[in-house]
């Protein structure tokens, strides 16, 4: 059973359209971060969020932290193509000893 | 700043071989995590080093070890290698220990077991 569980798992739109990708945990967490990965690279963090209810924005990505600091959602305005790449939550909890865990991510393909 | 290197990148082995992979982190960044990823089990944290001490360690058999040298480098084994030890394996490296600073991640070591 994954800690972080990350839906959709897979995602194909076209360019254009809004997306949400969701990362939920029974677990709360004192931290939780973004990251998109690319093929042949690693991950790259996008952001952080801290506070329950937390809410961050990027250029076209909106990063939302749940109340409760158990749950994000990441929101995509008109995607675009250069948006794809895998897509990944990654929190802190203090029962895992203060490792980063992360979610199984979200593969986004944007079609022009 | 120079990112975060890893050698080799790509890397074919036989069952029952061992395995060093080697992580250069980013000038000043004192703590480095490994990850093992797989399109089944995504991203699994295998260990953390921080100031040559390992500070945390992932649920992974003691087939799996690592260590960090005083320049803050830091290496990975494996030894007796499986079929399922084929993975793309991630350092990352943060000035404080992971879960206080952000991480940044080299672009991966492929290991392939034949």
């Known amino acids: 059973t994954q800690l972080l569980e990350q839906s959709p798992q897979f995602l194909s739109i076209q360019e254009g359209e809004n997306l949400t990708v969701y990362c939920n945990s029974s677990s709360v967490f004192s931290s939780l971060q973004w990251y998109r990965q690319e093929p042949g690279e690693g991950p790259v963090l996008l952001v952080t969020?801290?506070?329950?209810?937390e809410v961050k924005k990027l250029k076209r990505l909106t990063f939302q932290f749940g109340d409760a600091r158990k749950d994000s959602s990441l929101h995509i305005t008109a995607a675009q193509p250069g948006d794809t790449g895998l897509y990944l939550c990654a929190g802190v909890t203090n029962n895992q000893g203060g490792k980063l865990i992360f979610g199984q991510g979200t593969e986004l393909s944007v079609k022009p | 700043k120079a990112g975060v290197t890893q050698t080799p990148r790509y890397l074919i082995k036989t069952r029952g071989q061992q395995v060093t992979l080697s992580c250069s982190p980013i000038?000043?960044?004192?703590?480095v995590s490994w990850y093992q990823q797989t399109p089944g089990q995504g991203l699994q944290f295998l260990f953390e080093y921080f100031s040559e001490t390992q500070r945390n360690k992932g649920n992974f058999p003691g087939r799996f070890s690592g260590r960090q040298f005083s320049n803050s480098r830091s290496e990975m084994n494996v030894s007796t290698l499986e079929l399922g030890d084929s993975a793309l394996y991630l350092c990352a490296s943060s000035p404080d220990p992971s879960g206080l600073s952000e991480q940044f991640f080299g672009p991966g070591t492929r290991l392939t077991v034949l």
């Open positions: 969020v801290v506070t329950g209810g």
């Open positions: 000038s000043g960044h004192r703590s």
